[in-house]
């Protein structure tokens, strides 16, 4: 039997004991955040398990609620039994709670449709003598209280699966919810319930103030029994032909962390509310939150020892994405306005405060042990180099193959950046990223394109490997974040550093901004140069790479090829 909110859906007596363990479970307190099954627990091979230490622990989404205990075992065997046992009794209750939902907003259709008929007599009825007016009036006042009293009653003593019997069969043909007759006496219960408030609404003249009540089932069916991890599944699917996998991976992250903040609640519920409680959940959200140890715990869990929360730019990045999944849910007509509209965090706090190095601070960076001597790794001792003297990427430096660098049909050495598939698969920010950056002559003589012509057609720096982040740089930019802080330098300096002060050399030496653009690769932003930014061929640029004062800053870089 369905029961209503707060009551024991039925088991089996094989299921009984573990039962009796989800029993005593608490949901969690108002506000608190909740969590659904973490990264690390699905890769575990007892299915919605997590360890902690040798124990094994059932760890399951239950609505908004995380049902997590521990089953007393260290046996990987036992655990799969108690488990598979557990989660029989939480599909059930999964079930019956979609059900109970159903039977919610049906219950909310027959008390709206009744306040419209209420509505249209009131209006309908004709005059009264001023005479006869107050005698009417107490009436039906006196009509209107024996009703109430009545339909408390019908509450009181269990009567609603007789009285709405007709009601609540009818509602289950109209809306196809195929309840059972158990579950037409929750309805029958529920229509009492409204019935109730029907008669509360009488008594108190609010006929017209029912905004409250919800949308029920069938008037807005794209709603109706949708939940929000529908709607993601939909909306990721919609956008994985036109966006870049990367760009992907980064929306799913996106999703998953809304749904460990929030659930899954019915999209029927989802308010400005629930998107500022996300919004608070994401400024208090742990970093590095699927790594390590962290990857097995729960939220509250990470936050009960030594944690960080993600950065002010990381909590913009998720919220422009989750605000771009609402714009395609107002597009797709599931919702009227995008709720996290104006929710952001402040420029302010997001604005980069990335600078251009000095040129004491790339004579100290250079001066480092890793460009004086033999030993360190080649991207090591290339990619500050590379960074400094061409202002790419770090991601597009690394992803480089010797046959990249090249002179092939023009008079001068270039690095081409482009877009490839297959094995060393690499992808780009963006179009404007494709472009043919001019070697300087220093670099030459320090054997640049002797190291690219020895690395022929394999990657450039064959060592870097890919990390979760799915980038070749993984590695290379920690590295030169932790050479970075050994020489002194902020957290205002970093690799993409490079790229200012390749800016600002530029522009001292008035190079005009079409050409710095397509040195950098930033759109051009005009219709001209956004068009036909391929007129600025090699030879064009290397004009102004070699006007760059790239020998004063390398002059204490020891020659490696």
Same mark, same amino acid.
């Given at each position: ?34 969590? !659904? ?25 239950? *609505? ?30 999964? =079930? ?22 209420? =509505? ?59 309840? &059972? ?77 809304? $749904? ?7 999209? +029927? ?8 409680? /996300?919004?608070?959940? /994401? ?29 002010? &730019? ?29 929710? *952001? ?10 600078? !251009? ?32 003297? &061409? ?73 870097? +490997? ?86 004063? &800053?390398?002059?204490?870089?020891? $020659?490696?090829?």
């Amino acid at each position: 039997m369905l029961a209503d909110a707060g009551s024991t859906p039925a088991v089996s007596t094989k299921q009984s004991k573990q039962y009796q363990l989800l029993r005593k479970i608490k949901p969690p307190a108002k506000r608190t955040v909740t969590h !659904s099954v973490t990264l690390g627990a699905l890769f575990l091979r007892v299915p919605y398990t997590i360890l902690r230490g040798n124990t094994y622990h059932f760890n399951r989404r239950l *609505g908004q609620n995380t049902v997590r205990l521990s089953l007393q075992t260290t046996c990987k065997r036992q655990a799969f039994k108690l488990a598979a046992g557990l989660n029989e009794v939480v599909e059930i209750m999964q =079930i019956e709670r979609a059900k109970l939902e159903s039977i919610r907003r049906a219950a909310k259709t027959w008390l709206k449709r009744n306040l419209e008929v209420a =509505i249209i007599t009131e209006a309908s009825k004709p005059p009264v003598d001023n005479g006869d007016a107050e005698a009417a009036r107490i009436e039906e006042q006196q009509d209107q209280d024996a009703a109430a009293e009545n339909a408390k009653a019908l509450v009181r003593d269990r009567e609603h699966h007789v009285a709405f019997r007709w009601d609540s069969e009818k509602l289950s043909q109209e809306f196809n919810l195929g309840l &059972t007759d158990e579950h037409l006496k929750v309805l029958a219960y529920h229509i009492a319930q409204a019935n109730v408030v029907f008669w509360q609404k009488l008594q108190s003249k609010e006929l017209v103030s029912f905004e409250d009540i919800g949308s029920p089932p069938g008037i807005d069916e794209t709603n109706s029994s949708r939940y929000f991890s529908d709607l993601v599944n939909e909306y990721l699917d919609s956008i994985k032909r036109d966006i870049k996998e990367k760009s992907l991976s980064e929306y799913r992250t996106s999703l998953k962390i809304a $749904q460990e903040i929030i659930g899954d609640p019915p999209m +029927t519920e989802f308010t400005r509310k629930t998107a500022r409680a /996300l919004m608070d959940g /994401l400024y208090e959200y742990p970093v590095n939150r699927t790594k390590g140890k962290k990857a097995s715990l729960g939220i509250e869990e990470i936050k009960a020892g030594d944690w960080k929360p993600i950065s002010a &730019t990381t909590v913009d990045n998720h919220h422009s994405r989750l605000s771009s999944f609402f714009n395609w849910c107002v597009k797709s007509e599931y919702f009227k306005t995008n709720f996290f509209e104006g929710l *952001g965090p402040s420029k302010k706090l997001t604005k980069s405060q990335r600078r !251009s190095f000095e040129e004491d601070e790339l004579k100290k960076l250079f001066s480092h042990s890793t460009f004086q001597k033999h030993g360190t790794k080649a991207w090591q001792y290339w990619l500050p180099i590379l960074g400094f003297a &061409t202002g790419a990427r770090i991601e597009e430096l690394a992803g480089l193959r010797g046959s990249d660098i090249t002179k092939r049909n023009s008079s001068c050495w270039y690095i081409d950046i482009h877009e490839r598939s297959g094995e060393s698969e690499r992808t780009l920010k963006n179009n404007a990223s494709v472009r043919r950056v001019p070697v300087h002559n220093y670099l030459i003589e320090l054997g640049l394109c002797r190291f690219a012509e020895s690395r022929g057609n394999d990657l450039l720096f064959h060592s870097l +490997t890919k990390y979760s982040s799915g980038k070749l740089s993984h590695e290379a930019s920690k590295w030169f974040g932790r050479l970075k802080n050994s020489l002194g330098f902020g957290k205002d300096l970093t690799f993409h550093s490079f790229r200012h002060t390749m800016r600002d050399m530029l522009s001292n030496e008035r190079i005009p901004g079409e050409r710095i653009k397509a040195i950098l690769g930033h759109d051009q932003g005009d219709v001209t140069f956004g068009t036909y930014g391929s007129i600025f061929k090699a030879e064009h640029l290397n004009l102004d790479i070699q006007k760059l004062p790239i020998e004063n &800053t390398l002059q204490t870089v020891k $020659q490696r090829y």
